[in-house]
């Protein structure tokens, strides 16, 4: 009896492990979501967003999506550094 629950209270803590390692990935995809639609002048509150609901089809997603037009035009118009 004894030997099961420390089983039990083992299969636990792995469950609760695992739980909080997907947490992070998911926030680390969330935020990539967020710091790439910046750089393709998209809304990066939504992208973040759907990257925490919908995190590896959001990635996917927005790594397929064009720059929008503003992006490329910022991106065109910046003076190299000296």
């Known amino acids: 009896m004894l030997a099961t629950l420390g089983t039990k209270q083992k299969v636990n803590n ?6 909080i390692i997907a947490l992070i ?3 680390v995809i969330a935020v990539s979501c967020y710091k790439l639609a910046v750089k393709k002048g ?3 509150i939504m ?4 990257g925490i609901f919908f995190p590896i089809p959001a990635l996917i997603v927005l790594l397929l999506l064009k720059p ?5 035009y910022i991106n065109d118009n910046e003076t190299p550094a000296v």
Request: hydrophobic share 55%.
């Open 14 to 19: 792995m469950n609760v492990a695992l739980a």
């Open 25 to 27: 990935i998911e926030f």
């Open 42 to 44: 998209r809304n990066p």
């Open 47 to 50: 992208w973040f967003v759907l």
């Open 68 to 72: 929008s037009k503003e992006a490329e």
